[in-house]
């Protein structure tokens, strides 16, 4: 099992690195709204996994691969929520633009300040992560090729999420003091709305990415 283990942290560790829209999200979030927001949105994208690594666990991962209407509903919702995500940030963007510019604008959480900022953005980490049938793809197809013979199925996927889990809280603090510390050094409104517009069209091309996978799957 430790074995396993090692080997399947090393192959994660690869995936979870590679540039995504989770990660953009947290790079989004961080940098236009502070760490702490870009922290909270990571916490909801955790959540999502482990709600994926549970229902793998328990064989409801299945239904994606197994039921095309499945699959397709959630990735249409997905696909969706994304594009809602890339127009609320081009939204944004348009009307800081219209607004005089200070000298230097702090950054404050997703829709506002304070603890309500916060659970905003973390409920956009947990309704990126939930809505894309791809995690939930992920778990299922790469989780049972590391679990050892004879081992039980339930412990060792919950064994392999946690290890997800804790590489992608690492990952996206790392990513999200970074972002953060760029913004805090530009502190530019001007950037940050840069910042916006680019993770608006970055969304609306994950949306577009999400909704071609329909074309892949067969039933």
């Known amino acids: 099992m430790f074995t396993s283990a090692l080997a399947f942290a090393g192959v994660a560790a690869l995936i979870n690195v590679t540039p995504g829209l989770d990660t ?26 482990l709600v994926w690594g549970f229902a793998t666990a328990v064989g409801l991962t299945a239904l994606l691969t197994a039921s095309r209407v499945a699959y397709d509903m959630l990735r249409v919702a ?56 791809k995690a939930g793809v992920f778990y299922m197809s790469l989780i049972p090729q590391f679990t050892p013979h004879g081992a039980s199925v339930f412990t060792s996927t919950l064994v392999f999420t946690a290890i997800d889990i804790v590489e992608l809280a690492l990952w996206y603090w790392v990513v999200s003091g970074a972002a953060s510390a760029l913004s805090e050094r530009i502190r530019r409104p001007a950037f ?13 091309g994950f949306a577009a990415n999400l909704l071609a996978e329909g074309g892949r799957k067969t039933a």
């Open 192 to 204: 940050r709305r840069r910042m916006e517009q680019v993770s608006g069209v970055a969304f609306f």
């Open 78 to 133: 997905g696909a969706a929520y994304l594009v809602w995500l890339g127009a609320s940030a081009l939204w944004r963007s348009r009307r800081a633009a219209a607004e005089p510019e200070p000298e230097a604008a702090e950054p404050g959480p997703v829709g506002g300040s304070g603890p309500r900022g916060w659970w905003a953005a973390f409920r956009a980490g947990v309704g990126t992560n939930l809505l894309n049938p």
């Open 24 to 49: 953009l999200l947290v790079l989004r979030t961080s940098v236009s709204h502070g760490r702490q927001a870009g922290l909270a949105a990571s916490l909801g994208i955790l959540a999502g996994c």
